[in-house]
Structure formats: structure tokens, C-alpha cells
Nanobody, 119 residues
Framework: QVQLVESGGGSVQPGGSLKLSCVAS????????IHWYRQAPGKERELVAS????????NYPDSVKGRFTISRDDAKNEAYLTMNNLKPEDTAVYYC????????????WGQGTQVTVSS
């Protein structure tokens, strides 16, 4: 049974930091592209970070570039999203997605973790 479990969300003040974790089970983790998405109330889900197998490449949109860092530890079947200098507009539910390079062979989502940035 495949499972992705996010943790590390919470409430912080603007300018603060959080580190999210995504732990996977039931998949060969090292073969998957890992993505972090977020969805704020009333808005569409958006991609905020991606990391390729073996961490050969990473990708970020301009909205988080320079503030967020995605990383992975394949020995632990775990990926992370380190978020610095958080802004109120970062408030959202954050989701982890594991996508096999051949997508039809594996594409899984976690349940999400809430991040709230407010004064």
C-alpha cells in the first residue's frame, strides 16, 4: 500500500521559517520525481518545488525562488521543503506528490499539511 505523509506545518509570523517533511512508503522512492504543491482557499493548486531522481535538478516558480528549498534523502524515503522568509501569501495547504518518471506507473499524493503565516 502506497502512502505519503506530510508533516511540519503550523502557524508562523511573517519572516519566519518552517521545514516540511514527506515520508513515503510502498514505493521505490529513488525512482520518483518529488513535487510540493500548495492550495490556498479560493485558489487553484500551484506547484512550488520539484526535485528529480538523484537530485540532478530542482525547479521553483518565481514566487518562491530564493526562499524555498526542496531536498530529498532516498535512504530515508523522505523529502523536505525548507521555507524561509515566509509571507502571508504563502498560507495554504501544502501537498507532497511522488511521480514516477514513467508517470502511468506511479503518481501519488499525500494528505496535505496546513501552513499559516500571519501577524
Amino acid at each position: 500500500q502506497v502512502q505519503l505523509v506530510e508533516s511540519g506545518g503550523g502557524s508562523v509570523q511573517p519572516g519566519g521559517s518552517l521545514k516540511l517533511s514527506c515520508v513515503a512508503s510502498g514505493i521505490t522512492f529513488r525512482l520518483y520525481v518529488i513535487h510540493w504543491y500548495r492550495q490556498a482557499p479560493g485558489k487553484e493548486r500551484e506547484l512550488v518545488a520539484s526535485i528529480s531522481p538523484s537530485a540532478v535538478s530542482t525547479n521553483y516558480p518565481d514566487s518562491v525562488k530564493g526562499r524555498f528549498t526542496i531536498s530529498r534523502d532516498d535512504a530515508k524515503n523522505e523529502a523536505y521543503l525548507t521555507m524561509n522568509n515566509l509571507k502571508p501569501e504563502d498560507t495554504a495547504v501544502y501537498y507532497c506528490r511522488a511521480q514516477q518518471v514513467i508517470t502511468r506507473l506511479g503518481d501519488y499524493w499525500g494528505q496535505g499539511t496546513q501552513v499559516t503565516v500571519s501577524s
